[in-house]
């Protein structure tokens, strides 16, 4: 969120004291959104506490995890004050504002699966979506990541392999793990969604000053 507020506020940013006030609400159990869907229940029960929780302190939220936006349209049921921003209407506004009709999509097996647990099954309908041949691959190097943290080397190299075996130049990093351990591949454009999401709620709380 600061890096993004530096980028949108220039030289008008002086220190931190410029940035937006953010809340955080660290959930432990929404990390059983990686077993969707036989941990829906779960997930739902919690996921539904803690957007009650967050929309009572700000005017704009996101929920930090490209596999729990799929419970997007349950949210909106909630008629919560606060605006949940959504990581695939954000994805979709950045793909339709640089005129991009082909990507991959790197996530959870439930995300890049493309069916009723994935986000962006809605996104597949208007643009070409690869996904790599074994989604086992990134869901096993997510699973590392969260559980050793971003061992920079071997990571890496691992998420490197992946994108290699890609078609699509623009490739979405829809997890919160693969993009602590982005790899350098000049011919590729490796899409952090973390960062897009960042930069739609500064530009909310810009807007809104």
Request: net charge negative; glycine share 4%; charged share 25%.
């Amino acid at each position: 969120m600061l890096v993004e507020a530096r980028l949108q506020l220039g030289d008008r940013y002086r220190s931190d004291a410029d940035a937006p006030r953010v809340v955080i609400v660290s959930e432990p159990r929404l990390g059983e959104s990686m077993n969707l869907p036989s941990s829906h229940e779960e997930v739902w029960t919690v996921l539904e506490t803690t957007a009650r929780q967050i929309a009572r302190q700000c005017d704009f939220y996101a929920v930090a995890c490209n596999t729990l936006n799929v419970y997007s349209d349950e949210i909106a049921t909630l008629g919560l004050e606060a605006e949940l921003v959504s990581f695939q209407s954000v994805v979709t506004d950045w793909l339709g504002d640089n005129e991009i009709d082909e990507a991959a999509l790197l996530g959870a097996r439930p995300v890049m699966e493309l069916g009723e647990w994935s986000p962006y099954r809605r996104l597949a309908e208007a643009i070409d979506i690869e996904v790599p041949a074994v989604l086992g691959d990134v869901h096993r190097l997510i699973d590392e990541i969260k559980a050793s943290g971003p061992r920079l080397e071997g990571h890496s190299d691992a998420l490197a392999a992946i994108v290699e075996k890609l078609n699509s130049p623009v490739v979405l990093l829809a997890c919160t793990e693969l993009p602590l351990v982005v790899p350098s591949l000049p011919a590729r454009e490796l899409v952090d969604v973390n960062q897009l999401v960042a930069g739609a709620l500064i530009r909310r709380a810009n807007d809104r000053n």
